[in-house]
């Protein structure tokens, strides 16, 4: 699809909320920003699995464990159906996981960062999860029909994710000092690192306005942002949290909370590698992906079998 007339028609498409299917023709460049967007989303969702995974056994009783356990595994499906969209546009999911594991393609920033407490088991659920349905829920509107879909159906599952970590927040929030310090503590340093999950600010994000002319986002980072903003610290003030930001003020004339400035140096500085967890998470996915060579070996193996057998009897 190259010529200026099947530009201009599949961007009538787009402009009149039609979804673009894995067999329809769209420009190269879209599907090379899809490939990029959706995979980074289905590293992110591995990846994420790593902080909470690490406090399954460790959770404060079975119910706790069997939540927690639930939620892990719950990440592990979102990535593979965004593996699965991915593949729909030609890719290898081979080729993709093996560009995060040794090459340079990204996953979310949040998941860099430590789980020092069970209270971060808490904030994850209410904040980071909180922050993903904000982001996900524009997505589920994105034009590429097999995105939209896996997002609508991990929206759901995130729901879950994020009203029982809210739950478990309001409870320590309401428990003894030393929980309630906890609480406090683990959003003091789950809250600007949250804020940097949406992106860099709108004059800085070089994709958006191509994603957003195509309808693969809805929304800006900053609107989202906002949007995000203003649900939380309603939910904060609810449970006795206080946002660690002196600058939060409501603002009469936009409707909306105003917010201090973002720590952007810290965020570049984890998306190029340099957070508190980079190194530690690219280990712990290498050492899984290559001690699992055999698994997929064997499952290759199988198929072949199973396909020799009933082509055999065919
Ligand atoms: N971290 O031009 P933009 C979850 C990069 S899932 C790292 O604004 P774009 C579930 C960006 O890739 C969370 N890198 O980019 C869960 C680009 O670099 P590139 C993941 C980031 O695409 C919960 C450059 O900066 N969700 O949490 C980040 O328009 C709990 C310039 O940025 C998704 O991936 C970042 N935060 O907007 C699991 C959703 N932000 O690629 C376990 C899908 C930006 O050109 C536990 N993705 N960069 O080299 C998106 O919505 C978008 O891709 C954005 C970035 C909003 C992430």
């Not at 030609?90 to 560009?99: C, K, N, S, T, Y």
């Not at 309001?170 to 940097?196: C, F, H, I, Y």
């Not at 900053?222 to 409501?250: C, K, N, Q, S, W």
Request: with cysteine; aromatic share 10%; charged share 30%.
């Amino acid at each position: 699809m190259n010529t200026e007339q099947e530009l201009k028609q599949f961007q009538e498409r787009i402009d009149n909320g039609e979804k673009i299917e894995p067999k329809d023709a769209m420009p190269e460049r879209y599907r090379k920003q899809l490939i990029r967007m959706m995979s980074q989303h289905a590293h992110s969702e591995i990846v994420g699995m790593l902080p909470e995974g690490n406090w399954i056994t460790r959770a404060p009783s079975l119910k706790r464990k069997m939540v927690l356990l639930a939620k892990v595994q719950d990440e592990a499906g979102h990535g593979l159906y965004l593996y699965s969209a991915t593949e729909t546009l030609g890719a290898r999911r081979q080729d993709l996981v093996e560009d995060y594991l040794y090459g340079s393609a990204k996953y979310s920033s949040i998941f860099n960062y430590p789980t020092l407490t069970y209270a971060d088991i808490c904030v994850i659920g209410w904040l980071v999860d909180g922050a993903a349905i904000v982001n996900q829920t524009m997505l589920a509107k994105s034009s590429y029909g097999p995105y939209a879909r896996a997002n609508l159906r991990i929206c759901k599952e995130e729901s879950f994710h994020k009203k029982q970590g809210y739950e478990m927040l309001a409870k320590m929030a309401s428990g003894t000092p030393e929980q309630q310090k906890m609480a406090q503590d683990a959003v003091n340093r789950w809250w600007w690192p949250t804020l940097m999950m949406f992106g860099p600010h709108d004059s800085d994000s070089p994709n958006s306005a191509e994603l957003i002319r195509w309808g693969v986002k809805t929304k800006t980072n900053d609107e989202l942002r906002v949007h995000f903003v203003d649900r939380m610290v309603m939910e904060a003030e609810a449970i006795g949290i206080t946002l660690p930001d002196p600058d939060l003020r409501y603002n009469e004339e936009t409707g909306h909370w105003d917010f201090g400035l973002i720590p952007w140096d810290e965020f570049w500085s984890v998306v190029k590698g340099d957070g508190p967890m980079n190194r530690e998470r690219i280990r712990a996915r290498r050492h899984a992906y290559e001690e699992g060579a055999w698994v997929r070996e064997a499952a290759t193996e199988y198929a072949r079998k199973q396909r020799l057998r009933a082509e055999k009897a065919s």
